[in-house]
């Protein structure tokens, strides 16, 4: 799975951030699949050379989201469906993705119909990953 998880320590989002929001994009691509195996803590650390504690954060966070689920004795997993969120939460989770994407698009010029036309292609790009076709 390390391959498409990367972290970049000069980066201002936290190491923990960036596992969080790579798996979660993996997973939306079908690149995890519901019910995979996820690489150990330990694995996951020594591969992206960074402290256990970080990789343990992101995963927990993630197993509290309900997109990870640990099986004791076996380990951790993609969670068998989507996390059943309720819609505030969910709307409150999207408005923040929603600013981040927003700020970025106004520090780099773009207007809106520039980044919503992102977004869109964005949603198109995960669809194809996850029914197997190229970007």
Known sequence: MTRGLTVDPSDAVPLWKQIEENVRRLVA?????????VPSVRDLARDL?????TVAKGYQRLVDA??????????????DKPPSVPRGERAKELEGG????ASLAVTLGANNEEAVEHVKRSFGVLRRKREGGAE
């Open 98 to 101: 929603a600013l981040r994407c």
């Open 66 to 79: 309900g997109v990870l689920v640990v099986k004791r004795g076996e380990g951790t997993f993609v969670a």
């Open 29 to 37: 691509s079908g690149a995890l699949r519901p019910g995979a195996a």
């Open 49 to 53: 050379s960074i402290n256990p504690a």
